[in-house]
């Protein structure tokens, strides 16, 4: 039975995690899980209702299906870790349920799209990944509510996706690292202080200054802002998505979260569906807001909608909400490792999307970082900081 173990606030940790969503939280639990770690660990988040943060406000994905390879396998222990979980991440006999809907996810493919589809799926499968490429009539017969009009084939992954209760993996997360020893603390960085190319210490609103041997950026959506404090151009910014729950009167049996050709992506919640679709990026700008757009449902959703699912002709809109991505810029890839020139920052952001359901391998992987100096378990050497300035960059397709 784990038993708690939190120290007080002090004014020096060896790690100092700036963000204490799901990636600041996973680090902080690989870290002090680790045997070979005997430090101390500050996690630094400013809003610890979670109310707003990127996790809170996703849909919880758990997918295979990803173009480059440390993707499709950082998601893979996603998925096998959440399968541990309950037992890793129990505390005082108090065990996670993350109440998982094994319904799979579905990418659908023009015959334009099809070679690039069956392209990722041999590289899915020769990670060890379940996925199948599907015709139009395998996909009539399995999904009878689906209209194919320019579909050409299908990738689905039945057994092992789906989707999770984002909070849940948070909390967990956050419960087992502080009864493991994590100081969490309610605060802001507003300063990261160097001593030539290494960083020392972080200055917080509210606390003051708090020396450092490393520190973490996982500040999600925000780390950008975050970085630039360490005089760093971290190519991350906040990107608002609007997620739509409407009702349908025709239930659909085995829907799969479903991503049509043109990029929209559809699931259940609940007794209602959500819709969710990236705007085009000439209007996707920067945005830190949570104001809620109802217009591009009617004018860009729905449409899409009602011509894949001719069910969907017939939905009400009941609500929907703003959540942001912690948007990669440059390939929508995450950034993964320390910074070349400045000792002691390390990074751990611009998931672009796909964050949640690669935090387990995220967090173990700078742990090993941290202690080790090289990644152990997967090797995410191509995700380094140095590859946005290297131009060695690796475009995801499958961003959702």
């Known amino acids: 039975m784990a038993t708690s173990k939190t120290p007080p606030i002090d004014r020096t940790y060896d790690v100092l995690v700036v963000g204490g969503a799901v990636m600041g939280s996973a680090v902080a639990y690989f870290l002090l899980a680790n045997p070979d770690f005997d430090g101390r660990v500050l996690v630094v988040e400013r809003d610890p209702s979670y109310a707003n943060t990127a996790t809170t406000r996703s849909w919880g994905g758990m997918r295979q299906q990803f173009s480059v390879r440390e993707n499709v396998e950082m998601s893979l222990f996603g998925l096998e870790f959440i399968k541990s979980a309950p037992t890793l991440l129990e505390v005082n006999g108090e065990v996670p349920d993350f109440q998982f809907h094994n319904n799979g996810y579905l990418f659908l493919a023009t015959a334009e799209g099809v070679p690039t589809l069956k ?56 419960k087992k690292a502080r009864a493991l020893g994590a100081h969490y603390l309610q605060d802001e960085v507003v300063a990261i202080h ?121 939905i009400k809109l009941q609500s929907a909400w703003a959540g942001h991505y912690d948007y990669n810029i440059l390939d929508q890839n995450a950034v993964i490792g320390g910074h070349p020139d400045i000792a002691g920052l390390y990074f751990c952001n611009g998931f672009s999307g796909h964050g949640l359901q690669q935090s387990p391998a995220a967090g173990r992987a700078l742990s090993e970082l941290i202690l080790y100096g090289d990644f152990r378990s997967i090797d995410l050497s191509r995700l380094d900081f140095a590859r946005l300035t290297e131009g060695r960059l690796l475009k995801e397709a499958n961003v959702v």
């Open 119 to 174: 392209s990722n799926i041999a590289l899915q499968q020769s990670l060890g990944a379940d996925v199948a490429f599907m015709t139009p009539k395998a996909l009539a017969d399995r999904f009878p509510w689906l209209a194919l009009a320019e579909v050409a084939g299908g990738a689905y992954g039945g057994r092992r996706e789906g989707w999770i209760d984002p909070y849940a993996l948070l909390q967990a997360f956050k």
């Open 194 to 314: 160097r001593e030539g190319d290494r960083v020392v210490a972080a200055e917080l609103q509210g606390h003051g200054r708090i020396d450092c041997g490393r520190l973490v950026n996982a500040a999600g959506p925000q780390a950008g802002a975050v970085a630039a404090l360490a005089g760093v151009e971290l190519p991350v910014r906040p990107r608002k998505r609007m997620s739509y729950v409407f009702s349908c009167r025709e239930t659909l049996p085995s829907l799969p979260l479903t991503i049509d050709s043109s990029g929209l992506g559809f699931r259940p919640e609940g007794p209602n569906y959500i819709a969710i679709k990236a705007p085009p990026e000439d209007e996707d700008p920067d945005s830190n807001d949570l104001d809620e757009d109802y217009g591009a449902f009617e004018t860009t959703i729905w449409p899409i909608l009602a011509t894949r699912v001719p069910a969907f002709e017939a």
